[in-house]
């Protein structure tokens, strides 16, 4: 089993910037699958990023495409979510999980973090 603490989310102008970090504990974090997802108040949750254990292929959100990049620091057990060029419609509260897929399907994912705000001023 692994645990997920978010951080570094925060209030930031339209253009800039914020890296996430997930730490995780547990000892099969090697073996997961790692993916961020997003939820804005009124919306469903949506997926950003994801990350597979196995090679390390990176899959986006198209919402995201060239602007966010996950990577992962297996020797560390955190995930990173570098956010550029933030928009307003990129506020939300930003999750971390854990999964076996690193697919786009919130239901494949068994292990959740409690989140961090970010928000986004025009």
């Known amino acids: 089993q692994v645990q997920l603490v978010e951080s570094g989310g925060g209030l930031v102008q339209a253009g800039g910037s914020l890296r996430l970090t997930c730490a995780a504990s547990g000892r099969t974090f090697r073996r997961a699958a790692m993916g961020w997802f997003r939820q804005a108040p009124g919306k469903e949750r949506e997926f950003v990023a994801a990350?597979?254990?196995?090679?390390?292929?990176?899959y986006y959100g198209d919402s995201v495409k060239g602007r966010f990049t996950i990577s992962r620091d297996n020797a560390k057990n955190t995930v990173y979510l570098q956010m550029n060029s933030l928009k307003p419609e990129d506020t939300a509260v930003y999750y971390c999980?854990?999964?076996?897929?690193?697919?786009?399907?919130?239901?494949?994912?068994?292990?959740w973090g409690q989140g961090t705000q970010v928000t986004v001023s025009s």
């Open positions: 999980a854990a999964g076996n897929y690193g697919t786009p399907v919130v239901s494949q994912y068994d292990t």
């Open positions: 990350v597979r254990d196995i090679g390390g292929s990176t």
